[in-house]
């Protein structure tokens, strides 16, 4: 049940190495660079999207992932839960804040967007501590399909950018 928590965001990553992929490579049109240039607006902000994006999979993900999966009790999973979701809600600060093009302000804006509402639902489960283990896991299934949802959105639009 925990697991489904992490893997969105887990998403997350996979979806900006994808976005890195659409827009960052060498070849293809919206790749291509004229000889001397450098590289596209796109491509550049898809560079940094990925950049911020291994950070945080580096520096945060990997380690709560592994940490929600290995703790049973719901008193020391809260603790996590709410680390893992201020640590999503600064993902979509550092997000918000990137260089994108004209063009890409809007999916930037998305993409904060969602992994803000990730990390606000994420947190929400690390506050419920006056509940009994039962209803915490019914809660857990209930903000499951919200993450998942938020989850997709962001692997989608980081996926197939249109900006």
């Not at 919206?30 to 560079?47: D, F, I, L, N, R």
């Not at 520096?59 to 999973?77: M, N, P, Y």
């Not at 201020?86 to 994108?100: E, Y």
């Not at 990730?118 to 506050?127: A, C, D, E, F, Q």
């Amino acid at each position: 049940m925990r697991r489904a928590l992490v893997v969105a965001p887990a998403l997350v990553l996979l979806a900006a190495l994808a976005l890195a992929a659409c827009g960052g490579g060498g070849s293809g049109t919206t790749g291509a660079m004229a000889a001397g240039a450098g590289p596209s607006p796109e491509t550049a902000w898809a560079k940094e999207v990925e950049k911020v994006m291994r950070r945080f999979e580096n520096q945060v993900s990997a380690r709560a992932t592994e940490q929600i999966h290995t703790t049973s009790s719901q008193h020391l999973v809260e603790p996590i839960y709410r680390a893992y979701g201020a640590a999503l809600t600064q993902l979509g600060g550092s997000l918000a804040s990137t260089d994108a093009p004209a063009a890409c302000v809007a999916l930037r804006k998305q993409m904060a967007d969602d992994a803000h509402a990730l990390g606000r639902l994420t947190t929400k489960l690390g506050h419920e501590g006056d509940v009994n283990q039962e209803e915490f896991s019914s809660l857990v299934v209930v903000q499951e399909s919200r993450l998942h949802r938020y989850g997709s959105d962001l692997t989608e639009i980081t996926y197939r950018p249109h900006c």
